[in-house]
């Protein structure tokens, strides 16, 4: 065959922390000894009362197709949510069932992004953002933000990177890989400067459950924030739903109409069974997303306390989501009992999954190439065999 395939592809970056969790499965299931703290997925299993729905939903036959923005009930359930929990108002009408968050942030692209549209991008970034933009033609513009500053941006530096082709700002709050979270007065700054420089704000809010320090706010609960800001959420990891593929946008109602024609045509809706799910996931209260946060906690103190000692310096605890982006750039230079030296992040990652079986992802790939994110949704086993086998090969390294 000679006719050339889609050239809009061809700058796009295969997901890495995708890549490196289908590797580390791929050795497990070889019979190698791996531990995986790539992924970021609760080890926990699905509720009881959400499995119970989908198996009901099945049942009673809600196996057919539904409204491409999705099922009414599961809609005005999402708007309650919003309403209650986050003070921000989108009608039923203003939302878009997804096949998970990732497929909202998709939706909210799509329905903005023209060719040569720049989409800000504070760095570090969860991986799949800048691919999106590209795919749709425009130009992630990244805005650094360093540890100094907690991995958080300001609205100086936010301010500064607005051109006349500034689209929107992609926030992602608690972050995927920092575990930043952003304060109400923060996020008022920030919320300041997209409204002066009238830019959209697509607000990835699917961690908004696990904050360890300090509650959560939406970038959307802000004088004239929700007439511009597309809030995204889903189900994956506050219900322990990864595989179920549900999720959703909340938007201003001339960009829902956009994302419903869009979905329409491409996937038409999510699973209606995974949709009943997510209904009963909103009707089930906190109690479950609390214990997990609970146990979460606890976990992070662990690793922290134990990257602290083998680093020999003190790790801050990330204040949300289930991560820690260790800085491990001091052991660059240094060179493995086989004589490879650590040039960066990547290089260390592949030592450690080749000689340790560890398996966690490089900074590089979410744009800062100095650390290394480890996923701690895993069991406390997991973690306490990760920290033994990253103690050896950092012992290991010489020079
Ligand atoms: C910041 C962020 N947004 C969205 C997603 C995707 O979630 P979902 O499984 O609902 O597509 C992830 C998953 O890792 C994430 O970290």
């Not at 395939?5 to 190698?32: H, P, R």
């Not at 009930?73 to 039923?92: F, Q, T």
């Not at 425009?138 to 958080?152: L, M, R, S, W, Y």
């Amino acid at each position: 065959m000679t006719r050339a395939l889609s050239t809009k592809t061809e700058n796009i970056a295969a997901s890495l922390t995708v890549a490196i969790d289908t590797l580390a499965k791929q050795m497990i299931a070889d019979g190698k000894d791996v531990v995986s703290l790539g992924a970021g997925e609760p080890d926990f299993p699905t509720p009881t009362p959400i499995q119970d729905a989908a198996c009901e939903a099945i049942r009673t036959g809600k196996t057919r197709y539904t409204a491409p923005v999705g099922i009414l009930e599961v809609r005005k359930a999402v708007a309650e949510k919003l309403k209650k929990e986050n003070g921000i108002d989108y009608a039923p009408e203003q939302i878009i069932m997804t096949s998970g968050a990732k497929h909202a942030v998709f939706n909210a692209l799509a329905a903005l992004v023209n060719p040569g549209d720049e989409v800000i991008i504070p760095a570090p970034y969860w991986v799949t953002y800048p691919e999106l933009v590209k795919w749709l033609g425009g130009k992630p513009v990244f805005v650094q933000a360093g540890i100094e500053n907690d991995f958080k941006i300001t609205a100086k530096q936010l301010s500064e990177a607005c051109t006349d082709k500034t689209k929107a700002i992609l926030l992602n709050n608690p972050c995927n890989p920092t575990g930043s979270v952003y304060s109400r007065e923060e996020l008022a700054s920030l919320a300041k400067v997209i409204v002066e420089k009238d830019i959209y704000c697509i607000s990835d809010e699917v961690y908004e459950y696990f904050t360890y320090s300090g509650s959560f706010v939406s970038a959307a609960a802000f004088d004239g924030m929700p007439e511009r800001t597309i809030v995204v959420n889903g189900f994956s990891k506050s219900y322990c739903m990864t595989g179920w593929r549900i999720g959703y946008d909340a938007a201003p109602a001339p960009i829902a109409k956009i994302i419903g024609k869009i979905q329409g045509q491409a996937t038409h809706h999510p699973s209606n069974v995974a949709q009943y799910a997510a209904l009963a996931a909103l009707q089930m209260g906190k109690a479950s997303t609390e214990s997990m946060c609970a146990a979460f906690k606890k976990r992070r103190d662990f690793m922290v306390e134990r990257m602290s000692a083998i680093l020999g310096e003190s790790v801050k605890a990330p204040a949300g989501a289930f991560y820690l982006f260790l800085p491990v750039s001091k052991l660059y230079g240094k060179t493995t009992p086989e004589g490879t030296k650590i040039e960066g992040s990547i290089d260390f990652c592949k030592f450690l999954l080749e000689s340790e079986g560890l398996a966690i992802v490089p900074g590089a790939a979410f744009g800062d190439d100095t650390c290394m994110r480890f996923s701690y949704a895993a069991s406390d086993e997991s973690l306490a065999k990760a920290c033994e086998r990253f103690e050896r090969g950092v012992k290991s390294l010489r020079g």
